[in-house]
């Protein structure tokens, strides 16, 4: 049985949420976002979820894995696991951006990071490398007194 977990904010402005959760069969774990209050109230979680809460501590067989909807740099076992969130979308406009970019097991789990549909873990961190990458490049290039384009960037 496929197991999904939701890393927040699954609806948002979402007048019907019930004919959209039918259609994602599989074990379903919801960790609460800040825009999962909108609708949450109006189903019956149990029907749908097997848990919902605002942390998780997992394991996928071969990492540990720690799930909060909101970015954390700290979490339990930081040294030997993963930190998955959600919250912060694809947006490169933070100032501890530096920050998750130095470490490889903070992984952004947002639908806009992964294609708009659910990912493997292992397809998780190949997203992120290539978005943070692709964020350096670009980073990098701007300050580069040639224009991006130029270089074949």
Same mark, same amino acid.
């Given at each position: %049985?496929?197991?999904?977990?939701?890393?927040? /904010?699954?609806? *948002?402005?979402?007048? /019907?949420?019930?004919?959209? %959760?039918?259609?994602? !069969?599989?074990?379903? !774990? #919801?960790?609460?976002?800040? !825009? /999962?209050?909108?609708?949450? +109230?109006?189903?019956?979680? $149990?029907?749908?979820?097997?848990?919902?809460? +605002?942390?998780?501590?997992?394991? &996928?067989?071969? !990492?540990?894995?720690?799930?909060?909807?909101?970015?954390?740099?700290?979490?339990? @076992?930081?040294?030997?696991?993963?930190?998955?969130? $959600? @919250?912060? @979308?694809?947006?490169? &406009? *933070? &100032?501890?951006?530096?920050?998750?970019?130095?470490?490889?097991?903070? #992984?952004?789990?947002?639908? /806009? %990071?992964?294609?708009?549909?659910?990912?493997?873990? =292992? =397809? #998780?961190? =190949?997203?992120?490398? %290539? *978005?943070?990458?692709? $964020?350096?490049?670009?980073?990098?290039?701007?300050? =580069?007194?040639?224009?991006?384009?130029?270089?074949?960037?």
């Amino acid at each position: %049985m496929i197991r999904y977990i939701i890393v927040g /904010d699954m609806f *948002f402005r979402c007048a /019907d949420s019930e004919p959209i %959760m039918n259609r994602l !069969h599989g074990r379903k !774990h #919801l960790i609460a976002g800040n !825009h /999962d209050c909108s609708w949450i +109230h109006r189903v019956d979680t $149990g029907k749908y979820f097997k848990s919902v809460s +605002h942390i998780l501590e997992t394991s &996928d067989g071969a !990492h540990a894995i720690t799930l909060c909807h909101y970015l954390m740099l700290t979490w339990n @076992h930081q040294r030997k696991s993963y930190m998955i969130h $959600g @919250h912060i @979308h694809n947006n490169t &406009d *933070f &100032d501890f951006r530096p920050l998750i970019t130095q470490r490889g097991n903070i #992984l952004n789990a947002g639908i /806009d %990071m992964n294609g708009f549909k659910p990912v493997t873990f =292992e =397809e #998780l961190r =190949e997203n992120n490398r %290539m *978005f943070y990458r692709k $964020g350096r490049e670009s980073q990098s290039c701007r300050t =580069e007194k040639q224009s991006c384009g130029r270089q074949g960037w």
